[in-house]
Nanobody, 128 residues
């Protein structure tokens, strides 16, 4: 069974930074695409960023491009989301997700849902 556990959320002031981590177990890490999604109160879940398993190519939603960076550490089976210059609109529960294909994570990034396995989420609150 694939399990994903997020950590690193918290309260930060606007303009600050946070780094989220997501540890994966139960799957071969190199074979899966990994994504970060978020859901704010009263809003639909949206795709934030994803990284392709084999090529480590990275993709970002328009609202976070240039501020957030996704990376993966295959030795630790962990994917990270470095979030800089945070804004109050970034306040949301952030979810990590994984999928072994065949669709690329970019497909799910656009949809905002649909990857095979999900973590329980970690709350990020950005104060103004």
């Amino acid at each position: 069974e694939v399990q994903l556990v997020e950590s690193g959320g918290g309260l930060v002031q606007a303009g600050g930074s946070l780094r989220l981590s997501c540890a994966l177990s139960g799957a071969t890490f190199d074979d899966v695409d990994l994504g970060w999604f978020r859901q704010a109160p009263g809003r639909e879940r949206e795709g934030v960023s994803c990284i392709v398993g084999s090529r480590a190519s990275t993709y970002y939603g328009a609202s976070v491009k240039g501020r957030f960076t996704i990376s993966r550490d295959n030795a630790k089976n962990t994917v990270y989301l470095q979030m800089d210059n945070l804004k109050p609109d970034d306040t949301a529960v952030y979810y990590c997700a994984a999928d072994g294909g065949p669709k690329s994570c970019t497909y799910y990034l656009t949809l905002g849902y649909g990857m095979a396995s999900w973590g329980k989420g970690t709350l990020v609150t950005v104060s103004s």
